[in-house]
C-alpha cells in the first residue's frame, strides 16, 4: 500500500496568515493527488485534485503543487473558515490511502 | 444535483456483521466516470478508505480489512451496500459513501453526511 505523510500534524496561526502543509506518498503516484479540508461534525470537502486543481467553488487563495512524492497545499491568507483540517489522498491506485491529517488552529 | 445518503444501524454488538447502505442520485451507478467508496472516521482520528465498486463492478477493499469486508451495488436501485463483519468496538466511527469522479482524476467530490456506528462489547 502507498502510505501518505503529513506534515506537520498541526499548525497554528491568525487571520491573514500565510500556510502551507506538506504530504509526501511512499512511492511515486505521478499527480494523483487530492486535497480535503473537514471541519469539526461536517463530511470532507474536496479542495483540490490531480495536485493543483481547484475543485469548482474553492477559492483562489487556495493552491496546490507537487507532483511523484512531494506535495504541497498553501492558503495564501488565512480566513475565519479555514480553520479546519486537511486531508491529503492518492488516487493513483487501490486501496486509496490518506494522510493522517493537519489540523489548522488560530 | 448529486447527493449521497447513508443508512444503516447506529448501534451493533461485537461479532455481528454491519450492513450499511448508500443511495446516490443525480447520477448513475452505471455511469462509467463515476465509483463510490466506503470511508470510516473514528471519533478524533483520521480518514480510512475501506472498500470502492467501480461502474463495471470491479471492487477493492482495504489491505487490512479485506477479509471482513463486502461491498456491492444495486444500480436500479442507485444503492452501494457495505458489509462488514464480526464487527469489534475498535470499529465505531463516523462511516461515509462518497463519489469518486475520474474527470477529478479519482477524487472524492462528493460525500453523503455520514453515519456514525457505535459496537458495544
Known sequence: ?????QSPSSLSASVGD???ITCRASQSISSYLNWYQQKPGTAPKLLIYAASNLQSGVPSRFSGGGSGTHFTLTISSLQPEDFATYYCQQSYTT???????????? | QVTLKES??????????LTLTCTVSG???SNARMGVSWI???????LEWLAHIFSNDEKSYNTSLKSRLTISKDTSKSQVILTMTNMDPVDAATYYCARCNSGAYYGFDYWGQGTQ???SS
Do not use: Y
Open chain 1, 95 to 106: 486501496p486509496r490511502t490518506f494522510g493522517q491529517g493537519t489540523k489548522v488552529e488560530i
Open chain 1, 18 to 20: 500565510g500556510v502551507t
Open chain 2, 8 to 17: 444503516g444501524p447506529v448501534l451493533v454488538k461485537s461479532t455481528e456483521t
Open chain 2, 117 to 119: 456506528v457505535t459496537v
Open chain 1, 1 to 5: 500500500d502507498i502510505q501518505m505523510t
Open chain 2, 27 to 29: 447520477f448513475s451507478l
Open chain 2, 40 to 46: 470510516r472516521q473514528p471519533p478524533g482520528k483520521a
